[in-house]
């Protein structure tokens, strides 16, 4: 039993080596991967636009529930300038490109194998969308696209009085 | 809707959807009821079309199914199934259906409705079987009522409500918790309390029936998760319960009188219980895989003690097909009053017990679960755990559920 005890000690030792990441209050410079292969820097990749970042995995129910929601957002909000991107987190090309194969998306999917650009932004949940405005700000953080998130958006795209 | 997070496959999973996670999206459905009038120009599509909702109002946004089947065979003294001075059979086979329904009343409110049902056939476990023979099976429903009210945005409280009935027993329990999110989320302080009331006959080993008796029990509850890094959370509690009343199973019987005769199992009045526990998760991205581990002590009035390890992997074998393993040890002194042979020149007002489930005791439990997540929100798992423990007892348990959300 005092055997087990060690054991768990342990364990938590060794976990608090990782501290949690902090959260970015602005877009940071850090390179997108293309799923093709590729770099692209996430400021370049949104191009100054209103815009929601997607972070996701192929695993993530949560996630998938969430695509149809983001698949009319960009629908209906492309053309007045709103730039959805999908940020696939934790897994590898050939995952995503499988599941890619299987589920195509309309809006652009980048991909950070080793949580890079997700530790930048600050984030350790999924699904999570991050609002950004045109100044490159994170503007809201939320777990689903519900209406306030969607209140949001529509507020930064309306033009200024 | 669940949130997920790194370390949060078993979340992922749907073993286990986190209060955490929820309150969260309360939150954000209660702002959105506020904050989506606020804008006023033209839509190219309309909200309700582009989130998929079609009301703000009451809904039924969860629904849960669940079998279990749960058989034991074994031996204990305290059961009437066997010789007088030997241990009779504790044979029982109880079938669970369970269903639970999850209610949305509003952005701030949501409940949680669950109806376990009870099938027992049993040779010890229903004392009029015991003493009759009259039937072999029991039936036992109950109804439980779980409301959550999100106060601001780091502040939740809950409560419960649950009422159980059956053959010769009723209970009732209502409780109270808080939890306040702290860290930027990353830390949550939780406490709460419970008191349940348990009103039953009492039925005598003999047969006898004097009247009714009560007991009731009183449970207060710390807990801290914290979140260690992206990918580790913590977790700590401590509980203490109180419980007075008659406290024994009445018709359970302890050998006694060199083997001669049988008298009945007499309990202190009162009885006060704590443990405290420290869990920790570790998810590994590379391989979809999540590790737990718990470590739990128990100790109480009556002298018991107890130690329980466990360990669970949950490993995604395909991207919709998870599968859980789970080790439990368990390590029990008994409870100071456990006698298998109650002397003859003791007084009868001593305590006693020959219940084999407070005698000393080691158990290990073994468990295999696989879970499927179908497509939209709907989930089937199936499940079996063996388990079993040195002083004669082992138990085999099948489950099966389905889980759906709207």
């Not at chain 1, 129910?61 to 009319?72: D, F, V, Y």
């Not at chain 1, 709103?82 to 940020?87: A, E, Q, R, S, T």
């Not at chain 2, 080993?205 to 009560?214: A, E, I, K, L």
């Not at chain 2, 360990?311 to 859980?324: A, D, G, N, T």
């Amino acid at each position: 039993m005092r055997s087990c005890l060690w054991l768990l000690l342990c364990f938590v030792g060794c976990a608090s080596n990782r501290p949690p990441v902090a959260r970015a209050a602005v877009l940071p410079a850090v390179e997108l991967t293309r799923v093709n292969g590729g770099g692209e820097s996430l400021k370049a990749a949104l191009g100054g636009s209103v815009a929601v970042i997607d972070l996701w995995a192929t695993w993530c129910t949560a996630c998938e529930q969430q695509r149809p929601k983001l698949e009319r957002l960009h629908e209906a909000y492309f053309a007045r300038g709103l730039h959805v991107i999908g940020l696939d987190v934790g897994e590898t090309p050939s995952v995503l490109n499988a599941y890619l194969a299987a589920h195509r998306t309309s809006y652009p999917i980048y991909l950070d194998p080793d949580f890079r650009v997700a530790d930048a932004l600050g984030e350790k949940r999924l699904p999570t969308l991050l609002v950004i405005d045109r100044e490159g700000r994170i503007i809201r953080r939320s777990p689903a696209l519900d209406a306030q998130t969607l209140a949001t958006i529509k507020a930064l795209l309306a033009p200024a009085p | 809707m669940r949130t997920e997070s790194r370390q949060g496959v078993v979340v992922a999973a749907g073993i286990d959807t986190s209060k955490r996670s929820r309150r969260r999206l309360l939150r954000l459905l209660w702002c959105a009821s506020s904050c989506v009038a606020a804008v006023g120009h033209a839509d190219p599509a309309s909200d309700a079309a582009i989130l998929g909702q079609s009301s703000e109002g009451p809904r039924v946004d969860e629904f849960r199914l669940r079998l279990t089947s749960y058989y034991q065979e074994g031996h204990g003294y305290q059961s009437k199934a066997g010789t007088l001075a030997g241990p009779g059979s504790e044979r029982s086979l109880i079938v669970q259906p369970m269903m639970l329904v999850g209610i949305r009343q509003n952005a701030r409110i949501h409940h949680e409705v669950v109806v376990p049902v009870d099938i027992v056939s049993a040779a010890s476990v229903n004392a009029l079987d015991v003493v009759s023979h009259a039937s072999a099976v029991n039936e036992a429903i109950g109804v439980e009522l779980t409301s959550r009210f999100d106060l601001t945005d780091d502040d939740q409280l809950t409560s419960n409500l649950a009422w159980h009935e059956e053959e010769p027993f009723g209970s009732g329990s209502f409780g109270l918790g808080y939890g306040h999110a702290m860290a930027d989320d990353n830390a949550l302080l939780g406490i709460s309390g419970q008191a349940t009331f348990d009103r039953f006959d009492y039925l005598q080993s003999n047969g006898d029936r004097h009247g009714r008796r009560n007991r009731s029990a009183l449970n207060g509850n710390l807990n801290l998760s914290q979140l260690l890094s992206p990918t580790t959370v913590f977790d700590a509690s401590y509980g203490l319960t109180f419980q007075q009343g008659t406290l024994e199973t009445t018709y359970n019987s302890v050998p006694a009188f060199g083997g001669t005769s049988r008298i009945g199992e007499r309990f202190p009045h009162s009885r006060t219980r704590n443990a405290v526990q420290a869990r920790v998760a570790q998810h590994f991205p590379e391989t979809h895989t999540t590790l737990r581990a718990a470590y739990r002590y128990y100790w109480d009035t009556f002298q018991l003690r107890a130690h329980t390890t466990e360990f669970e992997l949950h490993q995604y074998l395909f991207p919709r097909l998870i599968v859980r393993g789970s080790f439990r040890y368990y390590a029990q002194a008994g409870v100071d009053f456990f006698t298998t042979a109650f002397p003859a020149h003791e007084s009868l007002l001593l305590p006693r017990t020959a219940d084999s489930d407070l005698a000393e005791f080691h158990a290990q439990e073994y468990g295999l679960k696989l879970l499927w997540l179908a497509r939209g929100q709907s989930s089937l798992d199936i499940g079996y755990f063996h388990y079993f423990r040195d002083n004669g007892l082992y138990a085999n348990v099948f489950s099966f559920g389905y889980g759906g959300g709207f």
